[in-house]
């Protein structure tokens, strides 16, 4: 079956270390994978793309990583600050360019301790 | 930026009655839309995709005749609960495709949370 899975339901980060999180999905082909954040209450807020043909992406403290043959993506947000608490969310464009709906994971809650 | 408004935010209708949520475009024209429902601590998951000018798509398990879906003009769409019930109780997120000018993205609106008693 197909599944999106992203780790743990919450993980705690102390203020200043980087942040790391991971995104697995079994059973589809992305052409591009995308990172939203999402406050509570609020839509998803985009961070990232990554395509199929890139390996890296990095945006200011950010960096995405893309590994299709192990079918995982990586989400760093280095010298992290407590705003950065926030679920943060991967999804999937299996069509690419965004013309069809994204498939997201369920997320995961990232808390920043000062 | 590219920015998507809903309205209303949050909604309280009582079972039974009808309940319509509009999603716009404020600065860029979208031909695609999109629908999504998310339950506490769940997933988005898309129920439809909303074509200006055509019958909207929706996925499996989605009923119709219940999320009447209208994308009447490049920069609104308009989904409609019919007859809610409790379990319809949810937060609401609409999408518009745009381009970014490094390629086609989707924009995501603040949502709208209903709540049917």
């Known amino acids: 079956s197909q599944k999106i899975e992203q780790n743990s339901e919450a993980l705690n980060i102390q203020e200043g270390k980087t942040a790391t999180l991971t995104c697995n999905y079994t059973?589809?082909?992305?052409?591009?994978l995308q990172w939203y954040r999402q406050d509570p209450g609020r839509g998803p807020v985009f961070l990232l793309l990554?395509?199929?043909?890139?390996k890296e992406k990095r945006k200011e403290r950010l960096k995405v990583t893309f590994d299709t043959t192990l079918k995982q993506s990586l989400f760093h947000i280095t010298a992290s600050q407590p705003a950065d608490s926030a679920t943060y969310l991967c999804?999937?464009?299996?069509?690419?360019?965004?013309?069809?709906?994204?498939?997201f994971g369920k997320g995961t809650h990232l808390i920043i301790q000062p | 930026g590219a920015v998507v408004s809903q309205h209303p935010s949050w909604v309280i209708c009582k079972s039974g009655t009808s309940v319509k949520i509009e999603c716009r475009s404020l600065?860029?024209?979208?031909?695609?839309m999109f629908w999504y429902r998310q339950f506490p601590k769940q997933s988005l998951m898309l129920m439809a995709t909303?074509?200006?000018?055509?019958?909207?798509?929706?996925e499996q398990g989605v009923e119709k005749d219940k999320f009447l879906i209208n994308h009447a003009s490049l920069t609104l769409s308009t989904l409609t609960v019919t007859s809610a019930h409790p379990e319809d109780s949810s937060f609401y997120i609409c999408?518009?495709?745009?381009?970014?000018?490094?390629?086609?993205?989707?924009?995501f609106g603040p949502g709208t949370r209903l709540t049917v008693t």
């Open positions: 999408s518009a495709r745009g381009w970014s000018g490094a390629g086609y993205e989707q924009y």
């Open positions: 059973n589809y082909s992305p052409a591009y």
């Open positions: 990554i395509r199929e043909n890139e």
């Open positions: 999804a999937l464009d299996l069509s690419g360019g965004g013309a069809d709906g994204l498939t």
């Open positions: 600065d860029f024209q979208a031909t695609t």
């Open positions: 909303s074509n200006e000018g055509s019958k909207a798509t929706y």
